[in-house]
């Protein structure tokens, strides 16, 4: 499979939901992937520079677990 800014979107927000990694990190490093989308998009960025960059933020991403929530949240 080749890796694209929509599918390490979805990877990042996958990692978040299945509570694999922080989710504020995730949070912050899926909206830095959509701005990357944007910037490909109105062609003020190129497209592999931004998947560099992308594949950079999964792996922001991946290296802060989260913190345990305390009982009864």
């Keep these: 499979m080749t890796d694209t800014l929509p599918i390490v979107l979805d990877r990042i927000r996958g ?16 909206l830095r992937v959509a701005r990357l989308i944007a910037l490909v998009e109105e062609g003020s960025l190129d497209a592999a520079t931004a998947l560099s960059l992308a594949l950079e933020a999964e792996a922001v991403t991946l290296c802060v677990a989260p913190i345990a929530l305390p009982r009864g949240l």
């Design 15 to 30: 990692y978040w939901a299945s509570r694999r990694t922080c989710g504020l990190v995730a949070s912050a490093m899926g």
